[in-house]
């Protein structure tokens, strides 16, 4: 498996733009994840899915910030208008959740937000 | 929200010496997870354990359930273990995987 995929790997846009990330998860998961890390406030959850459906969205900052999950192979996060303050590393994560609950999560590369 | 507190923050060791990291949390939690991040920016899962021991090549990973608390070692540091180690809980009653971190701990072992 090739495990995690997400694209684009860098961003940079300007203010006020539109921004989509995106995100494959492996096959077989039915959960993903969507975290931000930035130096100061380090890894946050944004938003995860479990069998597409989102599960808790909390961590989401404003409604500039919006995530989809049209099916088990694909997820969007999208920022809409993009800011400065939004500039960061995007990771994606999917996981292999039972009934036991707890399961490893595998990330991928993440993506990198620069907004000027 | 469980509060995670990792310690040190900032770690430099020398090729071969016994490296501990400290995690403690706030709150009751189903699992707690030890993760790596390389200076390229990767994340790995190295450990996720409920209770007791793991033990992977070199690392070893404790929790101490009633205590809140869990230990990362690494014995016979080498250079390449240059990295983030980040402590994160994923709450109990949930079976969802969502997970709270620490701030990290910055390793740096020199040769």
């Known amino acids: 498996d090739a495990g995690v995929i997400q694209s684009p790997r860098h961003e940079v846009t300007e203010m006020g733009q539109e921004v989509t990330l995106r995100c494959k998860p492996i096959?077989?998961?039915?959960?993903l994840f969507w975290y931000r890390q930035t130096m100061m406030r380090g890894l946050e959850l944004l938003i995860y899915?479990?069998?597409?459906?989102?599960?808790?969205d909390s961590g989401m900052p404003e409604d500039r910030f919006s995530a989809k999950m049209p099916n088990a192979s694909f997820s969007t996060l999208k920022i809409q208008p993009s800011e400065p303050r939004d500039s960061a590393v995007y990771f994606c994560?999917?996981?292999?959740?039972?009934?036991?609950?707890?399961?490893?999560?595998?990330f991928g590369p993440g993506t990198r937000l620069t907004v000027l | 929200k469980n509060e995670v507190e990792q310690s040190p923050q900032n770690l430099t060791a020398q090729e071969g010496e016994f490296i501990t990291i400290n995690c403690s949390y706030s709150?009751?939690?189903?699992?707690l997870h030890w993760l790596q991040q390389h200076p390229g920016g990767g994340i790995v899962s190295l450990f996720m354990?409920?209770?007791g021991k793991k033990k992977h090549g070199r690392l070893i990973a404790t929790i101490n359930i009633q205590e809140k608390h869990s230990s990362l070692h690494i014995t016979a540091s080498h250079p390449r273990d240059s990295a983030v180690y980040i402590c994160?809980?994923?709450?109990?009653?949930?079976?969802?995987?969502?997970?709270?971190f620490g701030q990290g701990t910055i390793l740096t072992v020199h040769p």
């Open positions: 899915f479990n069998n597409n459906v989102p599960i808790d």
């Open positions: 709150v009751g939690i189903s699992a």
């Open positions: 994160a809980v994923e709450e109990g009653g949930t079976s969802y995987g969502k997970l709270t």
């Open positions: 354990l409920s209770s």
């Open positions: 096959s077989g998961h039915n959960s």
């Open positions: 994560a999917s996981s292999l959740i039972g009934t036991g609950g707890y399961n490893e999560q595998f």
